[in-house]
């Protein structure tokens, strides 16, 4: 007798009906098979690899410009040691400041190599013959470290009686950036100061202490582009090194594009680096008059 509802028995299916009942819940929806993803694809590689571009080619030109700071603040720190051991040399010496003309000496055997000209050489290392040995430089005992004297932005390009070929770089061909100054300025008209120099030879060169009008403006030491270069019979040249772009030297310093940037150090110790390029455009011819932020020669009237 077949099972009824009414009769308060249940109904219980066949084995048979609880089979079919599983395999119709577990049969899977008509769909294709599914297929994991690995990698990208080509269009999602290709916008990437644009992106990587846009983000390389914004931070590019920011880090060259933060590297062409860290070289310039090395040159303002190397100038500004310069500063220091010409302080710790003018007590050793009568108060004075070094002199521009030395007596080079051999320094293993003390003999006489010749009078030379130590503007473009305080210190720093030995280099070619018409530049004083490295122990006979003025501050050699004061900043031994021959590096303290190059500059990393040092493109050379100064033309003058010494250096004629206008080397690729001053530490090289003289073993030292840095120029002193003390007389001999490049002049492109007689005369090529407004006011008379009380010594255009040698300026503050061997001068006592108290020589300077304002130690905090009057130059000491510089890098080539703070001014013209050149040599008696020669067509003068200017250089940049600092913030420059392409040529690093001109015929005429109203064609460079950028700044005549300089590293400077002064009679009171400081170093900065001052943008010379009004002095030197505005007027060619008479580009060392002095401004309230530097002097380049002394004049007693």
């Not at 009078?115 to 473009?120: G, I, L």
């Not at 040599?231 to 250089?239: I, N, T, Y």
Request: glycine share 10%; proline share 10%; net charge positive.
């Amino acid at each position: 007798m077949s099972p009824s509802l009414h009769n308060g028995l249940s109904f219980r299916p066949t084995s048979i009906a609880v089979h079919a009942m599983k395999t119709i819940r577990q049969r899977p929806p008509n769909r294709p098979p599914s297929r994991s993803r690995s990698g990208f694809t080509l269009i999602e590689l290709l916008v990437v690899i644009a992106i990587i571009g846009i983000l390389a080619s914004m931070l590019l030109p920011s880090l060259a410009g933060a590297k062409a700071r860290a070289q310039e603040t090395v040159c303002i720190n190397n100038l500004r040691q310069a500063g220091l051991g010409i302080a710790m040399y003018i007590p050793d010496f009568d108060h004075r400041y070094p002199a521009a003309f030395i007596n080079d000496r051999n320094p293993a055997t003390g003999a006489s190599l010749g009078v030379k000209d130590v503007r473009p050489t305080l210190g720093g290392r030995t280099a070619g013959g018409q530049f004083a040995q490295a122990q006979s430089r003025p501050l050699f005992k004061y900043v031994p470290n021959a590096n303290s004297f190059r500059c990393p932005m040092d493109k050379g390009g100064v033309t003058d009686c010494l250096t004629p070929e206008g080397p690729a770089s001053l530490w090289i061909a003289a073993g030292c950036s840095y120029r002193y100054n003390a007389g001999g300025l490049t002049k492109l008209s007689s005369p090529g100061t407004l006011r008379p120099e009380t010594d255009p030879d040698e300026g503050v060169g061997g001068k006592p202490e108290s020589w300077i009008p304002d130690p905090s403006t009057y130059i000491i030491a510089h890098e080539p582009p703070a001014r013209p270069w050149g040599c008696s019979g020669s067509a003068p040249v200017w250089v940049q090194w600092h913030r420059a772009k392409g040529r690093t030297q001109f015929a005429d310093p109203a064609l460079a594009g950028t700044t005549f940037a300089s590293a400077t150090v002064f009679g009171d110790g400081h170093a900065a680096v001052l943008n010379f390029s009004r002095a030197l455009t505005q007027d060619a011819y008479h580009p060392y008059e002095p401004t309230k932020e530097w002097t380049w020669y002394r004049s007693d009237r």
